[in-house]
């Protein structure tokens, strides 16, 4: 029969003392919603942000629980704050509305909105950030609506460097092995150095104790885009409900599989009020196939990420939509009794090295809901077949038996199946399956 959780495992499913633990739940699952930057980049305005809002009601993406419609940079006026407040002016020409006023349109549809900051003097666009502003900018958010920010790491001076420099082992930076190390790191943190108390930890903290500061007023899910740097797993989850664990997505397919690399080798942390974030959903942009478009999500889901939707939700086709409407994923990434995600029980093509080309293959993970979920990948460049091994799933208890299996994306009833299933999968492409109990 399907292993399920005992009590006392539950228990264990609950985050240490040192958690970013929010009322009202916020932050406790991964958040789910769309992000205006990889579709439009600077060339936001209220216009696009209030039909994206509608689009998620539209669609039925907000019934499956997409609630969050984000603001990225270039929101603001460029040229400095208000002189005597000190606060962030709204670009009056792209927000006529106000931020306040945009956010009222959003929460009239049912929705949260999101806007975006950097732990530094300008953001990465070069417009006005928050270093030495935290507890104005976390009042003005609040007195806005704002539910969620994304506070970047551009642009903070030379006197919040870090002492040490630390290992990120994703393939945007030079120097990492194969194996994910960096040997050519320079000025390297010693063993058991504590990252938790560096210079970009500190900036960080800041805003989540200005963001505290207004929690009686709002309370403002909180999402580090810190880009791994600093060892932010080894803290994150006490300073944000999200941490960025890499550098910037991109529409591409040798991106998506880095990131979904190095995301699979630090899960450990991953649990309810904490997520790894390896960025925006790039589904629907670029020249994936449908195949990649596929995988990207399913993985990105399993891994328990936030799924934050990046594509023109008013041009999105239907064969993509269905993709990020998949309710038995979304079920897994957002199961309200586990909170670990899914894990790779071996590793596939790849054999064991650290390859952003060919993250593993072969994952499996438990839910609450009465079945277990088999992922199978293809990560090579041709079709192939995977095979899941029944015995060699830890949730099946090492047994060989029987167990009934549905198809995720079809919903097809594959029936009992012996030992083993076989999917014969196209190039970059998924597997994923329900598995229910002996039959």
């Not at 900018?137 to 970047?152: E, M, P, S």
């Not at 994150?236 to 979904?260: E, Q």
């Not at 390859?355 to 809901?369: I, K, R």
Request: hydrophobic fraction near 35%; glycine fraction near 8%; charged fraction near 20%.
């Amino acid at each position: 029969m399907l292993s399920r959780p005992t009590a006392a495992a539950l228990l264990l499913t609950l985050r240490s003392a040192n958690a970013l633990v929010l009322p009202d739940g916020v932050g406790r699952l991964p958040a789910l919603g769309w992000n205006s930057w990889n579709a439009y980049g600077c060339d936001v305005d209220e216009t696009k942000i209030v039909t994206a809002a509608n689009k998620l009601n539209s669609t039925g993406l907000k019934d499956l629980g997409y609630q969050y419609v984000n603001i990225d940079d270039c929101w603001s006026v460029k040229s400095g704050r208000d002189s005597v407040t000190n606060r962030i002016i709204p670009n009056p020409d792209t927000f006529p509305s106000g931020i306040n006023g945009t956010a009222q349109q959003v929460h009239d549809l049912g929705l949260k909105i999101g806007i975006y900051s950097s732990a530094g003097y300008q953001t990465c666009a070069g417009y006005p950030a928050s270093l030495g502003y935290e507890t104005i900018d976390a009042q003005t958010f609040a007195d806005w609506g704002i539910d969620y920010l994304k506070y970047d790491n551009c642009n903070y001076p030379s006197e919040w460097d870090d002492q040490y420099n630390a290992c990120i082992p994703d393939s945007d930076y030079p120097g990492v092995n194969p194996n994910g190390t960096c040997p050519d790191l320079t000025n390297p943190a010693p063993a058991g150095y504590d990252w938790s108390m560096s210079n970009t930890t500190k900036r960080f903290n800041a805003m989540r104790d200005a963001l505290a500061s207004v929690q009686d007023q709002r309370v403002i899910l909180y999402s580090l885009c810190e880009w791994g740097n600093a060892d932010v797993p080894s803290w994150g989850n006490g300073t944000g409900n999200s941490w960025r664990v890499t550098g910037d997505i991109n529409a591409t397919w040798d991106r998506i599989t880095a990131i979904a690399n190095m995301n699979a080798h630090e899960l450990s942390s991953v649990d309810f009020w904490g997520h790894n974030d390896p960025d925006m959903l790039e589904v629907g942009n670029g020249n994936l196939t449908i195949e990649e478009n596929r995988a990207h999500f399913a993985l990105w889901a399993i891994m328990k990420s936030p799924l934050i939707i990046g594509t023109d939700l008013s041009t999105i086709p239907d064969t993509h939509l269905f993709i990020l409407k998949n309710a038995d994923l979304i079920a897994f990434n957002q199961d309200p009794i586990i909170g670990k995600p899914a894990l790779p029980y071996k590793d596939g093509y790849n054999n064991g090295t650290y390859n952003p080309h060919y993250p593993p293959e072969y994952w499996s993970g438990a839910t609450s809901h009465g079945w277990n979920l088999v992922l199978l990948f293809n990560s090579e460049n041709v079709a192939a077949s995977r095979t899941a091994v029944w015995s060699e799933i830890p949730q099946l208890s090492g047994h060989d038996s029987k167990y009934r299996v549905e198809d995720v994306w079809t919903g097809k009833d594959l029936g009992c199946v012996h030992k083993e299933y076989t999917a014969q999968l196209e190039a970059h492409d998924v597997a994923v399956l329900k598995v229910t109990g002996t039959c």
